[in-house]
Each structure stands twice: as C-alpha cells, then as structure tokens.
C-alpha cells in the first residue's frame, strides 16, 4: 500500500493565522495518523511580495503547533527550471500562447464571458497572426495563457494527435474524500495563465509539478481551491502526472462571517504566540472542532 504524503504550501506574503492552522493541522494529521509523511513547501515565487522573515515565522508558527515535517523544506523559487520545463513542453504541444494584454484591458472588456468561477478571458491574443505574435513576443511583456480548447481537442480520446501520456477512456475524474469522484470540468476557468508576467510559473502549473515531483498522494486544502483542482486535473493529464486524491475543508471566519485572509487583517498565530496561548492546546481544540471566540467554520 502506497504510504501517504501530505503537504502544507504557504505562500510567505504575510503571517499565518488561525485559518492556516487549521488547514496544516488538518494535512499534518491525514499523513501521520497513517504513518505517512507531512512535507512543508513554501510558494515563493511571488518574488515582489515574499519575504524571508515570513518564511521564518511560519517555521515557528508551525512548531508551536506541535507540527513537525518530514525532511528539507521546499522553495518553489528553487525550482524554477522545472517549471520552465513544463512550460515548454507545453508549448511544443502547440497548446500555450502568449498573451499581452493588461488586466485593466481585460476588465474593460465588456463582451467577456462568466464561467462558473468568474469572467473568462474573451480570448484577445489567442488569434494574433503568428508573424505578428513573434515580432510582439520579442519585444513586449507577456504571460503565456494555455488555449483550453486545442488541450480539450487533444484530451478527447478519439483524438489522433493525443499524447501517450495523456491516453485515458472517458471523463477526467479526480477524487475528493468529501465529494466523491468529480468530473473535471476546465472549461469554468478559460484560458488560464500558466506563466505569468512577473513570475516564471502561475499557481495552477507551479502547485501541479510540485505535487508531482514531491509524491504528494493526498492534498488537504481549503474549499476555496476547490475549483482550481479542475484546472490542475487537466494539466495532470496534459503532463502525464499522477493525481492525488484531494480533501477540501470548510474554511473558518469570524463572526461575520467573513473568511479568514491575510488582507484582511485576520488575527495572526504570532501575536496568539506573544499573548501567550499554548499552541498545542489550540491545535488540539482546532482537532475537537472546538474554535476560540470570535471564530466559525464557513462554507468556500
């Protein structure tokens, strides 16, 4: 029986708070109460909005939890290379494009049209002459956007130009130990981003190589990425890569019933730690579902 590996993946743009905790409690516990490994990654790719000192504090964060990871953490900015990689074998599949345009000119936009999670991008730069393409591409700033249709064309199984790798009969499915098997459904995001302007890969295609690469069996995360789990299924097949089975939890608010978020000032684990709360108890209350006031559970 395949052993069980978990991963907690912050990204260090702020101090963690209580919503981290119970997310890295929840991944942490699903691989040690089978005996597996819990890995610690860092997503630090942001490189104009990371820092080393967050990256420190959620180490402490994290021990005074009582949570322990297993082996080196990792740095998605010591990675690069992989994602470049992928990139381009993606690109040799005819299956990326780059993309000039702003989000002010795609916000303005008014002919975009609404998936199930969100406005989609109404295509712009998917039809610019090769010529034209090759002249901008050298000269300008550009994201390089995956054309979902040519990689839904490729996917389908009676697809002639189907890569070996990617060979599967019927639907893609994933399966999630809340909802059951999920049908993917990619065409709800458009053409993401798979490279971005300011950084070598996106989320979606950064968290699926690591994944990877690291033997990640189960990721444990918040319901508000559940959506993106579409997306990244269909880059696992596009790669050949295994896919994890996947648990996404209810996420926690305050008693507004607003979600937890950095940018919104949630309370910090660090200034718990000051004010001198003993974080093993906290994680334990966190596992009893027991939540501090001023706390609740919320749907994504």
């Known amino acids: 029986m395949t052993s069980v590996v978990a991963r907690f993946a912050p990204s260090p743009t702020g101090l963690l708070h209580i919503g981290h905790a119970w997310s890295a409690i929840l991944s942490h516990d699903r691989a040690k109460g089978a005996g597996g490994r819990f890995l610690l990654r860092i997503e630090d790719i942001d490189g104009t909005r990371s ?13 005074w939890l009582g949570l322990d990871w297993d082996g080196p953490v990792l740095l998605q900015s010591e ?29 303005a936009s008014l002919s975009a049209p609404h998936g199930d ?19 901008r591409t050298a000269g300008e700033e550009h994201a390089w956007r995956l054309d979902l249709a ?8 009676a697809a002639e130009e189907m890569p070996d790798q990617a060979r599967h009969d019927g639907p893609l499915i994933w399966h999630d130990e ?18 971005r302007k300011d950084a070598p890969a996106s989320y979606h295609l950064a968290v699926t190589i690591d994944d990877a690469a690291q033997g990640v069996t189960h990721v444990v995360r918040g319901g508000d990425l559940f959506a993106a789990t579409h997306v990244h299924r269909l880059l696992q097949a596009l790669l050949g890569l295994p896919t994890p089975i996947y648990r996404h939890h209810v996420l926690l608010a305050d008693d507004s019933g607003a979600r937890l978020a950095k940018r919104n000032k949630a309370p910090t684990l660090q200034a718990m730690r000051g004010a001198g709360i003993d974080g093993r108890a906290l994680a334990d209350d966190l596992r009893a579902g027991r939540l501090p006031i001023g706390f609740r559970t919320s749907e994504a």
């Open 51 to 63: 820092r080393s000192d967050y990256i420190d504090a959620i180490e402490r964060d994290l021990a």
């Open 117 to 135: 999670a969100g406005p989609l991008y109404p295509g712009t730069c998917r039809h610019i002459a090769d010529s034209e393409r090759a002249r």
């Open 178 to 195: 809340l909802a059951g098997d999920v049908v993917a459904r990619p065409e709800m995001h458009g053409d993401v981003i798979l490279a």
């Open 79 to 107: 990675r690069l290379d992989l994602y470049g990689e992928a990139i381009e074998r993606l690109k040799a599949m005819g299956l990326l494009y780059p993309c000039f345009c702003t989000r002010a000119e795609i916000a």
């Open 150 to 157: 040519r990689a839904l064309d490729m996917l389908d199984p």
